[in-house]
């Protein structure tokens, strides 16, 4: 295979008669059908921006307004201008150059544009002081109060028709800074049941003492900044959790997303990155045009922030010695390809279009047919991105600034996705289920350490054996964002793309299409010292992941909601529960909760560990308490959780408002015992539930066998657990378990019978289903 195709679109040669010039029709014409379908994406986002600028107005309510009002003014016999060029006159010559009539049209049209101008701004300032209130979360659920009803109706009349991913983002309210006083009470809630009597007492006197001298201050400087900015949260927690660390993303910081588990499409390779790629191409394509629907809460009426769907392409992590930069490029017409340690460069688009499934499959075989070598230092080159981020800063600048490799790298990190063809095989195997989904998670989170380019927004791997999967970094948004592409794209490959009898994509191949380009690296020997450094940790890293997943299929939402409790409350108990058998102790535990009903929106903790858990987890422990003094404090914990999720989503959650005073303090040069200690606090049991956002694409009822294993993510402590779960239709939730071989508290498959049990005694208690236990 050719390594490059090179597009020439004229020759000359000189001879005595002259220059005679030699066009090339072919590549002409491929300039020209590549410039209009620039211009016309060019223009589709600048529709799109004055679409989502007059929101919750509209061009043609424009020119109701226009019509109506010259309509009134003329029945009135009132001059539409209200004086206007009157003024003006006295001023100007403005008889000379426009007639009365014009006078007249022309400010009509001024004023009745001013009018329509000042309705939108009235609709939008009233629509963000309606989506200021969050009563209705705190509602009993299931039903929805008359005030509630009042305040939907009217978020209806005042959110506009038809909008777009982006119409809404004026329109939500800032995130609130919440009282100090608030904070430190919730705060020393959240510690009690972590702390004796003496411990407590100590943080009670650092807490009151700061909440007394130094808070206030603090809480001055960040209530200005929540004033001046659009969230107060999001830009330092961007920088300083996820920028500024210089630990490996991976393992660390990325995470995975898994295929179906009982359903494989196609065998073939190619075939499956045909379709998924094309899918992916295809969600840009929404996603650049402003048509994919915005994410809505409450019967589909209050709206979620989008800003995180800005950076979900084209977007590369750049390392840097002091703090990471996350580059981002409004076009990207190819993908980058990784094969057997050979990083190749396939445009997505010819003849003016998006490359078809089946063209795309074609250009995946003819790679995997490449029997080329890799370049010296090529194959292992993306461990650099898997390693520490200063020494791959360092060689980024000093061996990929110039030339060729500056070229090479710079189509990598300009691409739309990465795309690694694993020439290993992965799937969840029935007469095997443990070991192949074990392997599965551990191969999407870190593969071979230097067979993912860590650094790029999302990575497509798709396996030897037609499997496939994501590999996500999160610097520039959270798992649900990247959940929503990945839910398209099951949806749209085996079903709505669907492959022929052989198992190769529909369509036909493309008789002339240039094949993809092969990257020219020229690395030198103390390049690849470096490269092999980065990999030496990257490997020790990745072999010291425990993962186990497993799906939990006694029974699942629906007998949950029979109990009358919150499915995610009644999980989280039962992870206390499991973990307490698992240690013999409570933990700090991190939940993550989003903050996307505030403009620019993205996560706070729900501290889940609570003393009404612990009042529970002792009561069932103990076998001299009844069954219904159990069931009381079950009550009690599974609302306390709830509680505690509603206020972290609605902007009175509790680490992120200290984490912002810790920076403001050290901007300012002071020290706080009490916020040193606590954002010093491990995260011994980290958690997050995976949504299924778009259910309307997955008929679970008719075709259970089209459900995914949601995904995961790595341990945040070096001696806890990280538990990801998604809860699937009615009868199953599935658990994603990490933590480090290294660590002699922890083991993941240990953790992951104790979380099983847990589910199934909580349930015990309820006496709602005798097979459940049985299966």
């Avoid at 072999?543 to 499915?567: A, E, R």
Wanted: charged share 25%; hydrophobic share 35%; aromatic share 12%.
């Amino acid at each position: 295979m050719a390594e490059a195709h090179q597009a020439v679109a004229f020759q000359f040669t000189v001879t005595p008669d002259g220059i005679d010039l030699q066009l090339c029709h072919e590549a002409l014409r491929q300039i020209y059908l590549s410039g209009l379908h620039s211009w016309k994406k060019r223009f589709v986002r600048f529709k799109n921006g004055v679409m989502t600028g007059v929101y919750p107005g509209s061009p043609s309510g424009l020119l109701v307004v226009l019509t109506g009002y010259m309509s009134a003014t003329k029945y009135a016999k009132i001059d539409p201008s209200l004086g206007l060029f009157t003024k003006l006159s006295t001023h100007l010559p403005v008889s000379k150059y426009i007639t009365e009539e014009g006078q007249r049209i022309a400010g009509g049209v001024l004023v009745g544009t001013g009018l329509w101008v000042t309705v939108i701004f009235v609709m939008r300032s009233v629509l963000k002081c309606l989506l200021s209130w969050h009563g209705w979360m705190f509602g009993q659920h299931g039903s929805l109060s008359f005030k509630t009803k009042v305040w939907l109706v009217l978020v209806k009349v005042f959110s506009g028709r038809k909008p777009m991913l982006y119409s809404f983002q004026s329109s939500l309210p800032r995130l609130p800074v919440p009282p100090i006083k608030d904070t430190v009470r919730r705060y020393l809630d959240s510690a009690r049941p972590l702390m004796d009597d003496e411990q407590y007492k100590r943080m009670e006197g650092l807490a009151k003492d700061f909440e007394k001298n130094l808070g206030p201050r603090l809480q001055w400087y960040l209530k200005l900044k929540s004033w001046w900015a659009s969230n107060y949260v999001s830009d330092w927690w961007e920088e300083y959790i996820y920028l500024r660390g210089h630990s490996p993303i991976m393992v660390n910081s990325n995470y995975y997303a898994m295929d179906f588990l009982y359903v494989f499409p196609t065998h073939l390779q190619a075939a499956r990155a045909g379709n998924a790629i094309h899918s992916l191409m295809m969600y840009r394509r929404k996603l650049d045009r402003a048509q994919i629907k915005p994410i809505f809460l409450l019967k589909d009426c209050v709206p979620l922030c989008s800003a995180q769907w800005e950076r979900m392409y084209n977007t590369s992590r750049v390392p840097g010695l002091e703090t990471d930069i996350l580059q981002h490029v409004n076009e990207s017409k190819h993908i980058a390809v990784y094969h057997k340690g050979r990083i190749y460069k396939v445009w997505m688009f010819y003849d003016g279009r998006l490359l078809l499934p089946r063209e795309i499959e074609q250009q995946m075989e003819r790679i995997l047919a490449d029997k080329s070598e890799p370049q010296p230092g090529e194959e292992l080159l993306p461990a650099l991105t898997a390693g520490e981020r200063v020494p791959w800063a360092k060689a980024r600048s000093q061996f990929f600034s110039r030339g060729k490799n500056k070229q090479s790298l710079d189509a990598v990190e300009k691409a739309a996705f990465f795309v690694t063809l694993d020439d290993s095989e992965q799937r969840y195997e029935p007469d095997n289920p443990v070991r192949s989904l074990d392997s599965y998670g551990k191969s999407l989170l870190h593969g071979k350490c230097y067979d993912r380019w860590f650094d790029k927004s999302f990575n497509l791997i798709v396996y030897k054996n037609g499997t496939m999967g994501l590999n996500a970094e999160h610097s520039w948004a959270d798992a649900p964002v990247i959940g929503h592409l990945w839910e398209h794209v099951l949806s749209s490959d085996p079903v709505k793309l669907g492959y022929s009898e052989d198992g190769h994509c529909k369509g036909n191949l493309h008789p002339n299409m240039p094949g993809p380009q092969r990257l020219q690296w020229d690395i030198p020997e103390e390049c690849q010292t470096v490269i092999n450094n980065s990999l030496t940790l990257a490997k020790t890293l990745a072999d010291d992941v425990d993962m186990h997943i497993f799906p939990f299929n006694n029974f699942g939402k629906g007998l949950i909601k029979k109990c009358k409790t919150s499915p995610d409350a009644f999980i989280q108990i039962a992870l206390q529960l499991a973990h307490f058998r698992d240690k013999g102790k409570f933990c700090l535990t991190y939940e993550a909760s989003m903050t996307r009903l505030f403009r620019e929106g993205r996560t706070e903790t729900v501290r889940s560990c609570t003393v009404q858990t612990c009042d529970f987890v002792r009561a069932l422990m103990n076998d001299n308490t009844t069954k219904d003094e159990k069931l009381k404090l079950l009550k009690l914990a599974a609302e306390k959780h709830q509680e505690l999720y509603r206020l972290a989503m609605t902007g009175s959650g509790i680490d992120r408002h200290l984490f912002c005073l810790y920076l403001v303090s050290k901007y300012l040069g002071e020290d706080s015992a009490f916020l040193k200690e606590v954002l010093s606090e491990p995260w011994r049991l980290s958690t997050s539930q995976t949504p299924l956002q778009q259910v309307e694409l997955f008929d679970l009822k008719r075709h259970p066998e089209y459900v995914t294993s949601g995904g995961g993510f790595g341990p945040v402590a070096d001696d806890g657990y990280g538990v990801s779960y998604i809860v699937l239709g009615e009868d199953l939730i599935n658990f994603h378990i990490s933590s480090k071989h290294s660590s002699l508290e922890t083991d993941s498959h240990r953790f992951g019978c104790n979380i099983k049990q847990a589910l199934l005694d909580i349930l015990d208690l309820f006496q709602l289903d005798n097979k459940a236990n049985n299966k």
